[in-house]
Nanobody, 118 residues
Framework: QVQLVESGGGLVQAGDSLRLACAAS????????MAWFRQAPGKEREFVAR????????TYADSVKGRFTISRDNAKNTVYLQMNSLKPEDTAVYYC???????????WGQGTQVTVSS
């Protein structure tokens, strides 16, 4: 089993930055990819970004490309999401996820709220 704990959410103004962190514990050696998803009120959960834990290959949703950066610190078993130039439409609960192999994500965090005011 793997446990994921997110931190770093909060209330900011449009144009501000935030950094989210996701700390993994447990059988982290089994993981291949970690990712961030988000879910806004009344909407389905959507993919934001992912990173492979070996190689560090990254993928982003078009809506955040150029503004968000995902990174990892394997020594700390932690993945980060640096969010710049935040917009009100980025308001959502952000979830960390991890998987052993494609396509399904096996583990999810509890989520952290990000609210961007205009």
């Amino acid at each position: 089993q793997v446990q994921l704990v997110e931190s770093g959410g909060g209330l900011v103004q449009a144009g501000d930055s935030l950094r989210l962190a996701c700390a993994a514990s447990g059988r982290t050696f089994s993981l291949a990819t970690m990712a961030w998803f988000r879910q806004a009120p009344g909407k389905e959960r959507e993919f934001v970004a992912r990173i492979t834990l070996i190689g560090g290959t990254t993928t982003y949703a078009d809506s955040v490309k150029g503004r968000f950066t995902i990174s990892r610190d394997n020594a700390k078993n932690t993945v980060y999401l640096q969010m710049n130039s935040l917009k009100p439409e980025d308001t959502a609960v952000y979830y960390c996820a991890a998987r052993v192999r494609i396509p399904e994500y096996d583990y999810w965090g509890q989520g952290t709220q990000v609210t961007v005011s205009s």
